[in-house]
């Protein structure tokens, strides 16, 4: 019933920019925020950002702080996470997720996730 489609992602040098979207449509419930996370090839999902849709509210995780900004655009249902200043370890698979802020570790749980788009920063 939910969808979640990103777009956004590609190769780019250290120390460029890149910005992701989140395309949302479909009834989320429960779901009142959306958060991206990232994940390697052969690690765990990381959270990276979340914003609350009402816009009141933001996490970051403390490696992506001052070079990541979430955003949001209610009139296009999207969310948006400006990349600037990336790294190496950026690199990853990034999903996007509705889900809600939590008080215990990340801070946000995930309720439906999209497919994920690839970010490739070179060194």
């Known amino acids: 019933q939910v969808q979640l489609v990103e777009s956004g992602g590609g190769l780019v040098q250290a120390g460029g920019s890149l910005r992701l979207s989140c395309a949302a449509s479909?009834?989320?419930?429960?779901?009142?925020?959306m958060g991206w996370f990232r994940q390697a090839p052969g690690k765990e999902r990381e959270f990276q950002a979340a914003?609350?849709?009402?816009?009141?509210?933001?996490k970051y995780a403390d490696s992506v702080k001052g070079r990541f900004t979430i955003s949001t655009d209610n009139a296009k249902n999207t969310v948006y996470l400006q990349m600037n200043s990336l790294k190496f370890e950026d690199t990853g698979v990034y999903y996007c997720?509705?889900?809600?802020?939590?008080?215990?570790?990340?801070?946000?749980?995930?309720?439906?996730w999209g497919q994920g788009t690839q970010v490739t920063v070179s060194s």
């Open positions: 479909g009834a989320t419930f429960g779901s009142n925020a």
């Open positions: 914003i609350s849709w009402s816009g009141g509210r933001t």
């Open positions: 997720a509705a889900g809600r802020f939590r008080d215990y570790p990340p801070g946000f749980a995930a309720d439906y």
